[in-house]
């Protein structure tokens, strides 16, 4: 999913500058400095401890690694040492088109800034991205995949358009669940999901992120962004889990009363069901996405009428 930019679609990218910021952990409620730096191709994207021996410090940002889910997603290393609330942060860097970086940071948990993506895609698009030589790769969905966990379902389809859904969306507090779907398509991302906060930040910090003279930590706000938040929160904390897996994933999701929990499950269904997709290129993503949008229009018939 995601990757609509067309002169970083097909090639892997990183950074073309450092970047440096100061937040507080959510949970923790720890100062955390955090450094976002360049790595070459294929190396994918790791967390570098800086508090930690250099030796047992390195944790890879991979689904395998995937320790805990309760109460938030945290990775773990062969050394026992872990990371957590990455989900922001791996949505921001997929979002954008970063496929190899290294990021270190002072502590054990990611700085929770503003409570979004939002500041992460900025510093992002600030630094700029460099497009590598080694092509990009990406999971074709080819058949339906899906699992049910108790109330909650989720299903991955094949699909041109790269499409996220979510349903049965209830915000603490409230009665009435929330619908969105939303196409990954130009810049959608950083406009309609980027934004959206975390729900917990307010109840758990309030002003708290203020830091005089630091723009990275800039107040939560007490007004929501949109008035579907919850359930934008939902997708970008999703898309984050997703960016956990080795490439990106070329297809429709769709999930009902969606968690890390449910995603988790698809991953472990889609791993598993083995023969309904397959690793390719994006360049070979794009021809496919070419041929099938041919025979679609090709079979639709022209019902236009001459005068």
Request: with cysteine; aromatic share 8%.
């Amino acid at each position: 999913m995601l990757y609509s930019r067309p002169d970083i679609r097909t090639n892997q990218g990183t950074l073309k500058q450092p970047i440096h910021c100061v937040g507080y952990g959510l949970h923790s409620r720890e100062k955390v400095s955090m450094s976002l730096m360049q790595a070459p191709a294929n190396s994918g994207v790791h967390f570098l401890r800086r508090d930690i021996d250099i030796k047992r410090a390195i944790i890879p940002a991979s689904w395998h690694n995937l320790f805990d889910l309760h109460p938030y997603t945290v990775l773990i290393n062969e050394y026992g040492v872990s990371i957590s609330k990455v989900e922001p942060l791996l949505a921001a860097l997929r979002g954008c088109g970063v496929d190899n970086v290294l990021i270190e940071v002072s502590a054990g948990e990611v700085p929770v800034l503003d409570g979004s993506s939002a500041p992460l895609v900025a510093m992002i698009q600030q630094a700029g991205i460099d497009a590598q030589r080694a092509a990009r790769q990406g999971i074709w969905i080819d058949h339906f995949v899906a699992v049910r966990c108790g109330e909650q379902y989720g299903f991955i389809r094949p699909g041109v358009v790269p499409e996220i859904t979510v349903d049965g969306v209830i915000p603490d507090g409230e009665h009435k669940p929330q619908l969105l779907s939303l196409h990954l398509l130009d810049h959608v991302f950083e406009r309609e999901i980027a934004p959206a906060r975390n729900p917990e930040a307010d109840l758990e910090h309030g002003y708290d992120f203020i830091e005089a003279g630091n723009p990275n930590t800039a107040p939560v706000e007490a007004e929501p962004r949109f008035s579907d938040e919850f359930a934008r929160y939902r997708i970008q904390e999703c898309l984050g889990f997703l960016a956990l897996t080795e490439a990106p994933i070329c297809g429709q999701l769709y999930l009902y009363k969606p968690s890390r929990f449910l995603v988790d499950a698809l991953l472990q269904e889609l791993y598993v069901a083995r023969d309904t997709w397959r690793q390719i290129s994006y360049t070979e993503i794009d021809r496919l996405t070419g041929e099938i949008t041919q025979t679609s229009a090709q079979k639709t018939p022209d019902r236009r009428r001459a005068g």
